[in-house]
Nanobody, 124 residues
Framework: QVQLVESGGGLVQAGDSLRLSCVASGRTFAGNAMGWFRQAAGKERELVAVINYSASTVYYADSVKGRFAISRDNAKKTVFLQMSSLKPEDTAVYYC?????????????????WGQGTQVTVSS
C-alpha cells in the first residue's frame, strides 16, 4: 500500500508559476512509476505528466509540454510538478498517482494509488 499526499495548489493569475509536491509513504516508492493527472469540472481525468523510477522516461500531455516539468526525489519519496506560464485552462484538481509497477504508462486507469488532489485555479 502506498499513501500519497499532494500540496502546493492555489489561486494564481495567468502567466504565474506553481510547484506541486506529492509525498509518498507506505510500502514502496522507488520502484513505482509516478504521475500527475488532472480533472477539470465536468471533464474526465487526464494525463499531465508521468515519470519512471530513474527519471529516464517521462511523458507529458501535449497541452503542457514546454510549460510543466515533472521530477522526483526518491530519497525523499517525493514527486514534483513545476508549472510555469499557467493558463486558465490549466484550472483543475491535480492528482498524484503511483503504479505498483516500474513501467510508466500514460493511462490513469493503470495507476493503483491516488492522492486526495490539490486544487489549482488560474484566473485570466
Amino acid at each position: 500500500q502506498v499513501q500519497l499526499v499532494e500540496s502546493g495548489g492555489g489561486l494564481v493569475q495567468a502567466g504565474d508559476s506553481l510547484r506541486l509536491s506529492c509525498v509518498a509513504s507506505g510500502r514502496t516508492f522507488a520502484g513505482n512509476a509516478m504521475g500527475w493527472f488532472r480533472q477539470a469540472a465536468g471533464k474526465e481525468r487526464e494525463l499531465v505528466a508521468v515519470i519512471n523510477y530513474s527519471a529516464s522516461t517521462v511523458y507529458y500531455a501535449d497541452s503542457v509540454k514546454g510549460r510543466f516539468a515533472i521530477s522526483r526525489d526518491n530519497a525523499k519519496k517525493t514527486v514534483f510538478l513545476q508549472m510555469s506560464s499557467l493558463k486558465p485552462e490549466d484550472t483543475a484538481v491535480y492528482y498524484c498517482a503511483a503504479r505498483a509497477s516500474v513501467v510508466v504508462t500514460t493511462s490513469p486507469t493503470m495507476y493503483d494509488y491516488w492522492g486526495q488532489g490539490t486544487q489549482v485555479t488560474v484566473s485570466s
